[in-house]
Structures are given as structure tokens and as C-alpha cells.
């Protein structure tokens, strides 16, 4: 059982910065592979970034490339997502997720979830 709570969203302007946390807790954080999706409003959730258990290969989905960073402290047992550049499609809930494959391909092959956290961009 892996508990995920994730932070630091907000409102912010087109073109501005937000980083996001998720705090782990539970099994063992290293042994996960961890990634970021948002779900927007009538879409469906969709990947944004991933990071591997020891954070050596990350991957993002091509509309964030060069904007966001994945990263994570698994000393602090903690995934952040720096986003840079943000444009009003941004828009969404973000969730992270943790997973027990090495490289998890999509989003039903992540296994715990969190709550989610809201990120606004406005132009």
C-alpha cells in the first residue's frame, strides 16, 4: 500500500511557473516508478511525465517537452514536477501516480494514485 498526496498547484498566468509536489508514504518510495497525468475538464486522464526508480530516464508527453521537469528525492520520498512556460491548456487536475513495473507504459499500469491537485492557467 503506497499513499500519495500531492501539492502546490494554484492559479497562475500564461506563461508563468508552478511546482508540484507528491508526498509518498507507506512501502518503500525507490522500489516505484512514478509519474504525472492531469485530467482537464470532458477529457480523459492523460500522461504527462515519468521518472524511473532511481530517477536515470524520464519521459513526457510531447506538449510539455522542454516546459516540464519530472524529478524526485527518494531520501524525502517525494516526485515534483516543475512546470515552466504554462499555456491555458495546462489546465487540469494533476494526479500522480506510483507503480511496481520498471517502465510503466500508461496510465492502467500505475498502481496507487493520489488525490489530485488543481492547476489553473489564465491568458
Known amino acids: 500500500q503506497v499513499q500519495l498526496v500531492e501539492s502546490g498547484g494554484g492559479s497562475v498566468q500564461a506563461g508563468g511557473s508552478l511546482r508540484l509536489s507528491c508526498a509518498a508514504s507507506?512501502?518503500?518510495?525507490?522500489?516505484?516508478?512514478m509519474g504525472w497525468f492531469r485530467q482537464a475538464p470532458g477529457k480523459e486522464r492523460e500522461f504527462v511525465a515519468r521518472i524511473t526508480r532511481s530517477g536515470g530516464a524520464t519521459a513526457y508527453v510531447d506538449s510539455v517537452k522542454g516546459r516540464f521537469a519530472i524529478s524526485r528525492d527518494n531520501a524525502k520520498n517525494t516526485l515534483y514536477l516543475q512546470m515552466n512556460s504554462l499555456e491555458p491548456e495546462d489546465t487540469a487536475v494533476y494526479y500522480c501516480?506510483?507503480?511496481?513495473?520498471?517502465?510503466?507504459?500508461?496510465?492502467?499500469?500505475?498502481?496507487?494514485w493520489g488525490q489530485g491537485t488543481q492547476v489553473t492557467v489564465s491568458s
Open positions: 501516480g506510483a507503480s511496481i513495473r520498471y517502465l510503466p507504459r500508461n496510465k492502467d499500469e500505475y498502481d496507487y
Open positions: 507507506g512501502r518503500t518510495f525507490s522500489n516505484y516508478a
